[in-house]
């Protein structure tokens, strides 16, 4: 049985009616299916599979034509030599609908705000087709080091990483963006059929201190995107604090709304998820 703070009960009776809770509740004490996204820079679904077939059984995501379920496997994904190869990564295909939202293409200059582990910035090389520039960047010396190896376990040739706080990213950047990704860090209690503990640790000052980071994080680097640019907030919380609140934050900085959703753990049998994409007036 999953347990719960009072602080995030109080929030799922605030946000959800008794169906959609009840619903809600039931998918968090499931376990996570196992994903992987497949890197089309080196290899196709069809020939990972036939490359794999004797060891994982998979299954086709129609919504997401990248991803695979791993249905059965005789072996630790996490270590196979496709896996080592750059193949594929190990991703929640929710964490995608960003990257979509972004629509990057091959001519753009983007910038990837909180990019470690690099599920997103990859994901963007792979949509791009290796053209274009995504600037990586993050300030965390440990998770920098996981994206450089996976940019390069995956082969991406098009991107440029920066270890540095976003914070300060008009010192970084004489140039404005055509396109900007916020991923932006957050309580995680999207993610709590991966990470159970969120649900019993979530406090309201863990909630308030995350907030105010956001809306930091969106104060540095909304000047630095190009006039009808495109601008993408998500992150994996179901929480309005961490989510519809910064959106009305980047709309009050001259944006408009293009689409937003808060995708449920029932609606795709996947973690959490919310994200927003706006354009630059």
Known sequence: MLKRSKYYEKKLNELFDKETLKKFKEFEEKPLPKYIRVNTLKTSIEELQELMKKRVEFERIKSFPEILRIKKSSINIGSSIEYLNGYYYIQDPTSLIAVKQLNPKESEIILDCCAAPGGKTTFM????????????????????????????????????????????????????????????????????????????????KEVKYFSEKQKKIIDAVTPLIKKKGVLVYSTCSILPEENEEQVKHILSKGFKLKEKKLFLNYELNTNCFFTAGMIKK
């Open 125 to 204: 090389a792979q949509e791009m087709k290796n053209k274009g520039v995504i600037i990586a960047m993050d300030i965390n010396k440990q998770k920098v080091r996981s994206l450089r190896s996976n940019i390069e376990r995956m082969g991406v040739k098009n991107t440029i990483i920066i270890r540095g706080d976003v914070l300060k990213s008009k010192e970084y950047f004489p140039i404005k963006f055509d396109k900007i990704l916020i991923d932006a860090p957050c309580t995680g209690i999207g993610v709590v059929r991966k990470d159970k503990k969120r649900a019993e640790t979530l406090t309201e």
